[in-house]
Structure formats: C-alpha cells, structure tokens
C-alpha cells in the first residue's frame, strides 16, 4: 500500500504529490508526509489550529492566481487536518491538546490574521485616504459620516473579495448548491464585519464620547465639537482598512 508524499520539485518554494510506501518514514531519512506538509506551510509540529490556518491563509495570498500551488496547499493542509484525526481517535499521547486538535477551528466568524499583498493594502488605505479627504474638504456644517458609510460599504467588498481569493469554496459544477452557501456565508461575513465594525467604532468614537460629556457637563472647546466628524471618520476608516487588510 503507497501513501502521498509532498516533495520539493526544484530550486523554487514549489512542491509536488509523490507516492511512497507505507510506513510514515522515507527511506535516506527523508521526512514523512506530515513533515513534509508542516515544511511547506512553514510550520512546526507544536503549532496549533489557530497558527496552521494563519499559515495556510498566508501561503494563499502569496499564491494567489496559480491554482497549482494552491492544490499544493490544500493538500497540505489536508493531510495535516488527517494526522491530528487519526492520533486523536488512536488515543495517540500528545501533550498539548492545541497540536492534537489541528484539525478543528473553534469558530468560523471569528477574525483571523491573514496579511493581504502590499497592492491590496494600498488600495484598501488608498480608499481609506480618499474617503477622509472627501469628507474633510466639506465645510465644517455639513460634514457628516455618509462618505464614511460609503467607505464602510466598498471595505465590506474588498473583505468578500478577499474571501473569494482566499477560501474559494466547493466547486461549483460539483456542487452547486454548497458553493452558493458558502458564496453568501462569504458574503455574509464580509458585511458582519465591515459593516459591524462601523456601528463599534461609531458607539466607540461618536456616541460614548458625547454621552459622557453632556452626562458630566463637561466643556469642549469649540473646534472639537466641529472637528469631531472628521475624527470619528479618520479613526473609522482607518480601523476598517487595517481589519480588511490584515485579517479575513
């Protein structure tokens, strides 16, 4: 009976699937197929859920266009997701129930670090930028937070397109009842956080700020209550634009 391998094909970071026999060790001490996985993604054995996923998440973005590479990383991961499986249901003795339990991610929503290429973070800055320019060019009487609801808006696109890259879902000639799911999951997300993140930083930024200066009588100096849009609009993008740019 053979098994999968992941092997380096050449000079570059890529890897290809060998067969080799059963038994876990290559001979001439080559590492074993979940050694050779934890070698591609960049990870060590002591690594948990959390820190395999950021791995994974950072190789798709390097990755991002070449479907072979990607399949490469797929399968990695797979047969990392397996060995946690298989040594948890053998009973196997692992001290640290994190690196037992790689297989399983606590939750699906929480964010997760996933640093995007540095032209999408110029374009998620730069939207940003644009956004707080728009609104501190307008006069201090009609300055308002709608441009920042617009910026909130095209940060929740730029989040679903992210998704799209990262986490392409099933196959939708295969399945294409699960790939819409997962594609309005994705979407889902997206605006859950851009969207939520708004509303925080808003009750944050805005909201609190005055309840607690007019429910201690506190005095403001004139030009901080007319600067104060431009302020909970700079601290609102900015925050969306870090969110979307180094997590998903």
């Known amino acids: 009976m053979s098994k999968r391998t992941i092997s ?3 000079d570059d970071d890529s890897f290809i699937i060998v067969r080799s026999s059963a038994g876990g060790v290559l001979g001439g001490g080559e590492l074993n197929e979940e050694e050779q996985a934890r070698k591609l993604l960049g990870i060590s054995s002591s690594d948990d859920a959390l820190a395999i996923q950021q791995a994974v998440n950072k190789k798709k973005m390097l990755y991002k266009g070449d479907s ?7 399968s990695a991961y797979d047969t990392i997701q397996r060995a946690s499986l298989q040594a948890r249901m053998s009973g196997k003795k692992i001290e640290s129930k994190s ?10 929503w929480q964010p997760r670090w996933c640093p ?12 940003a930028t644009a956004c707080f320019l728009v609104t501190w060019a307008q006069p201090h009487n009609m ?5 920042t609801i617009f910026g909130a808006i095209a940060m929740a696109f730029r989040m ?8 392409p879902g099933p196959n939708p000639k295969l399945d294409q009842a699960g790939a819409v799911k997962h594609n309005n999951m994705r979407f889902a997300r997206s605006f859950v956080f851009c969207i939520g993140g708004f509303a925080a930083c808003v009750l944050a930024f805005y909201w609190l700020p005055n309840l607690i200066i007019e429910t201690l009588n506190i005095k403001v100096p004139l030009w901080a209550l007319l600067e104060q849009e431009l302020g909970v609009s ?12 180094f997590y998903r």
Do not use: H, M, W
Request: charged share 30%; proline share 2%; glycine share 4%.
């Open 143 to 147: 300055r308002s937070l709608q441009v």
């Open 160 to 167: 679903f397109i992210k998704l799209v890259d990262v986490d």
């Open 8 to 10: 380096k094909r050449g």
């Open 234 to 245: 700079f601290l609102t993008l900015s925050s969306l634009a870090t969110l979307v740019t």
């Open 68 to 74: 072979e590479k990607l399949r490469e990383v797929e």
């Open 99 to 108: 690196v037992l339990n790689a297989d399983i991610i606590r939750s699906k």
């Open 116 to 127: 995007s290429p540095n032209k999408d973070l110029f374009v998620n800055y730069g939207i």
